[in-house]
C-alpha cells in the first residue's frame, strides 16, 4: 500500500496551496452573484438586514429565490453528523447553522427556514450589497404495499416544485462570509440538474411526488466531507459521531459571530497533519483511519480542485490516495461536489434498501447496480429517495456492536 508521504509526492501538490475555488459565483443555472442589501430598508426591506431575529452582530446577508420548492432541512442535514456535530447546528426556530473553512477563511452561516415566495416573485438574488456590508477582503458575488404506489400512472411524476418559487435567507459571518453566500445558492442544490430523472418504477415515482424539494447540493469543500467519511469507515455511526465530535472540538476554532455555544470551524489541513497518535487514540481512532486523515490532509489543496472535475476524473482522484476506496469517494462526492449519481457502493445498509423497495428482496452492490442502472445520471438521488422514504426489509440477526478503541 502507498505511503501518505509517497502519495503526496506522488501528486506534486503542496498541502499549504490555497485549495482551488469551487466555481465562478453566479455560473450555476440558478445561482446570481452578489449579497443581498444589508441597509435598513433596501429593496422595500426584501434584503434588508439579518434572517428574522438573528441574535447580536447581523453579520451580510443575501436572500436568495430558489426557482424550485426547496426541502431545507432534507437538502442541507446530508451534511450533519449526528445531533452533536459541532458544525451544524439547528436551532428551535428552524434555523440551520453551518461552519466551513472556506478558500477566503473561516466563517458561519445561518438559514432561516425557507418559504414560498409571494406570486408574481422573480426566481434569483437581490441586488448586490454595497461594499460596506461586506466584511473585510470579501469580494462580490417494513415496505409500503406496492399498491399504494401504483395509483400515479406511468409518466406522471410531476416536475420537481416547478413553477414554484422558494424564499431563502441567510447571514453570515468571518472571513468566510462572502463566500459561503454566494456558494449558497451550489449547497441548496441550484446547480442540480434533475432532467431525465423520470422514474418508471412506481415505487420511486411515488417518493419522486412525495419529496419533491430534495435537491442534491454542493459545500465546495472536499476535505470538510472527506475527513467524516474516513471516520465513518467500517464502524457504526455513534463511533463515528463521537470521533468527529471529539476532534472538532478540540482542534477546530470557534465559530465567527453569533454562533450557538460550542460550534466550531473545521481546522485547517496543516492541524489535521500534525494531531498527535495519543489524540487520534482519545477520539476511538485507530491507525489505519488516522493515516488517511493525514495523508488526504498532506494533499488538500489537489483534493479541493475535484469539485471542478467530470464524476469519473474526481472518483480516480479521490481513490488514488491509500485507504480512500469506493465507498469514501462516493460519500464525499455526493456532498462537495453535488453528484448525483455517485452511488456508496459497500454501504452496510443502502443495497438491502433498494433491493428491498425496487425488487422486494434483500440484493448485493451487484444487484443494486443493477436495480439502479435505469436511472444513470441520478442512481444516487433515486437511492436516496428510498432511504426517505424508509424502505427496508425487517430486521434479523444482532446489529453490528460498538466499539471502543480508546480502550484497546
Excluded: N
Excluded at 459521531?241 to 476532534?247: I, V
Excluded at 481546522?267 to 494531531?275: D, E, L, S
Excluded at 481513490?319 to 465507498?327: D, E, Q
Excluded at 461536489?337 to 456508496?344: E, H, I, L, R, T
Aim: aromatic residues 6%; contains cysteine.
Amino acid at each position: 500500500m502507498q505511503s501518505p508521504a509517497a502519495a503526496a509526492a506522488a501528486w506534486s501538490g503542496a498541502a499549504d496551496s490555497p485549495p482551488a475555488v469551487a466555481r465562478v459565483a453566479g455560473s450555476g443555472p440558478a445561482a446570481v452573484a452578489g449579497a443581498g442589501d444589508s441597509r435598513p430598508g433596501a429593496a422595500g426591506g426584501v434584503a434588508g438586514g439579518p434572517p428574522p431575529d438573528a441574535p447580536g452582530d447581523p453579520g451580510v446577508s443575501r436572500e436568495w429565490r430558489a426557482p424550485f420548492v426547496l426541502d431545507l432541512p432534507r437538502t442541507v442535514g446530508v451534511h450533519a453528523r449526528g445531533h452533536g456535530d459541532p458544525a451544524f447546528r439547528v436551532t428551535p426556530d428552524g434555523c440551520i447553522w453551518r461552519t466551513s473553512l472556506t478558500p477566503e477563511g473561516p466563517g458561519t452561516l445561518r438559514i432561516a427556514p425557507a418559504r414560498p415566495a409571494p406570486p408574481g416573485a422573480v426566481p434569483g438574488a437581490v441586488p448586490e450589497a454595497t461594499p460596506g456590508a461586506r466584511p473585510p477582503g470579501a469580494t462580490p458575488g417494513a415496505r409500503p404495499p406496492e399498491a399504494s404506489f401504483a395509483a400515479r400512472p406511468p409518466g406522471a411524476t410531476p416536475a420537481a416544485g416547478a413553477g414554484t418559487v422558494t424564499v431563502i435567507r441567510a447571514a453570515a459571518w468571518g472571513p468566510g462570509a462572502g463566500w459561503l453566500l454566494r456558494e449558497l445558492p451550489a449547497l441548496l442544490g441550484g446547480d442540480d440538474d434533475r432532467a431525465g430523472f423520470a422514474p418508471a418504477h412506481p415505487v420511486l415515482r411515488e417518493l419522486s411526488a412525495r419529496h419533491p424539494g430534495v435537491r442534491v447540493g454542493r459545500s465546495g469543500r472536499v476535505l470538510e466531507a472527506l475527513v467524516p467519511a474516513v471516520l465513518e469507515q467500517k464502524v457504526v455511526g455513534v463511533e463515528a459521531r463521537r470521533a468527529w465530535r471529539y476532534l472538532l472540538l478540540k482542534f477546530g476554532d470557534p465559530a465567527p459571530g453569533p454562533a450557538p455555544a460550542g460550534m466550531r470551524v473545521p481546522p485547517p489541513p496543516a492541524i489535521w497533519r500534525r494531531i498527535p497518535s495519543w489524540e487520534w487514540h482519545r477520539a476511538g481512532v485507530e491507525g489505519v483511519r488516522a493515516r488517511t486523515i493525514i495523508g488526504a490532509a498532506e494533499v488538500a489543496g489537489r483534493l479541493e480542485e475535484i469539485v471542478t472535475m467530470p464524476s469519473g476524473a474526481a472518483d480516480r482522484r479521490l481513490r488514488s490516495l491509500p485507504g480512500i476506496g469506493v465507498w469514501t469517494s462516493a460519500e464525499v462526492r455526493q456532498r462537495a461536489c453535488g453528484d448525483a449519481d455517485a452511488v456508496s457502493v459497500g454501504d452496510y445498509h443502502l443495497p438491502s434498501a433498494v433491493g428491498w423497495a425496487l425488487a422486494g428482496r434483500v440484493v448485493d452492490d451487484a444487484g443494486m447496480l443493477e436495480l439502479l442502472a435505469p436511472y444513470a445520471g441520478h442512481r444516487h438521488r433515486a437511492a436516496r429517495l428510498v432511504e426517505l422514504g424508509g424502505i427496508r426489509p425487517p430486521r434479523r440477526g444482532p446489529r453490528m456492536s460498538v466499539r471502543d478503541y480508546r480502550a484497546f
